[in-house]
Nanobody
Framework: QVQLVESGGGLVQPGESLRLSCAAS????????MGWFRQAPGKERELVVI????????NWADSVKGRFAASRDNGKKTEYLQMNSLQPEDTAVYYC???????????????WGQGTQVTVSS
C-alpha cells in the first residue's frame, strides 16, 4: 500500500512558478513509477509526467514541455513537480500518482493523492 499527500498548490499570476510536493508512505515507494496528473474544469484527467523509479522523467504532456520539471527523492519518499512560466491553461487540480500503468489507451494509477488546486490568474 502507498499513501500519497500533495502540497504546494495555490494561486499565482501568469509567468510565475510553483513547486508541488508529494509525500508517500509505504515500503514499496522506490519500486513504483510515480507521476503527476491534472484535471481542469470540464476536462478529463490527463497525464502530466511519469517519473521512473530511477528518477528519469518521461511521457511529458506536450503542453508543459520545457516549462515543468519533475524529480523524486526515494530516500525521502517524495516526488516533486516544478512548474515554471505558468499560464491560465495550467489551472487544474494536480494529482500525485503511484504505480502508473497504460491500459486501453489511457494511463491509470493504482494509488492517488487527494489533489491540490493550482490556479493561474491575473
Amino acid at each position: 500500500q502507498v499513501q500519497l499527500v500533495e502540497s504546494g498548490g495555490g494561486l499565482v499570476q501568469p509567468g510565475e512558478s510553483l513547486r508541488l510536493s508529494c509525500a508517500a508512505s509505504g515500503r514499496t515507494f522506490s519500486s513504483h513509477d510515480m507521476g503527476w496528473f491534472r484535471q481542469a474544469p470540464g476536462k478529463e484527467r490527463e497525464l502530466v509526467v511519469i517519473i521512473r523509479w530511477t528518477g528519469s522523467s518521461t511521457n511529458w504532456a506536450d503542453s508543459v514541455k520545457g516549462r515543468f520539471a519533475a524529480s523524486r527523492d526515494n530516500g525521502k519518499k517524495t516526488e516533486y513537480l516544478q512548474m515554471n512560466s505558468l499560464q491560465p491553461e495550467d489551472t487544474a487540480v494536480y494529482y500525485c500518482a503511484a504505480a502508473i500503468t497504460y491500459d486501453s489507451g489511457r494511463y491509470c494509477a493504482a494509488y492517488w493523492g487527494q489533489g491540490t488546486q493550482v490556479t493561474v490568474s491575473s
